[in-house]
């Protein structure tokens, strides 16, 4: 991992992925700057903080999630900064039911006011080291 000394930026993407394991769509939307942006590949993109909030409360239930991500990169720049993870993610949605996989890259870039970082741009797109996230899938 590359870091510039900003723990604060790793905080926020280890925030958002126990809010999003933990289906706590209410912290994981307060993690957004008001005018934040979601940007998923094949999706159109989602600006607004309550707008993102209504779509991730539109997730079905799910019946078991597992999910891990491994930090790559964090840099900062006076009151801008990013973090570049990958997520890796199985869900069961019923039980009995085939799970299904998602292994992203994500790059959260943040902005920093009033002394806490929010995620400013939300960039996320399949990610081009598929084994290495199904072995942190695998492993405890």
């Known amino acids: 991992m590359t870091t510039t000394g900003a723990p604060d930026l790793e905080t926020v993407a280890r925030r958002l ?3 999003f394991e933990a289906s706590d769509w209410g912290a994981m939307a307060a993690l957004y700057e ?33 999910s891990r991500n491994a930090i790559t990169d964090v840099q900062q720049s ?11 993610t199985r869900e069961i949605v019923e039980p009995g039911a085939a799970p299904v996989e998602r292994l992203s890259r994500v790059a959260l870039l943040c902005r920093r006011s009033e002394g806490r970082w ?4 939300d960039v996320d797109g399949p990610s081009p080291d598929a084994q290495r996230l199904r072995e942190l899938l695998d492993g405890e």
């Open 118 to 121: 929010h995620i400013w741009r």
């Open 34 to 66: 008001p005018d934040g942006e979601i940007l998923s590949a094949g999706r159109p993109g989602l600006a607004g903080r309550a707008r993102i909030e209504s779509l991730l409360r539109a997730f079905p239930p799910v019946h078991e999630r597992r």
């Open 17 to 19: 992925t126990a809010a």
């Open 78 to 88: 006076g009151d801008l900064g990013w973090v570049l993870f990958d997520v890796a």
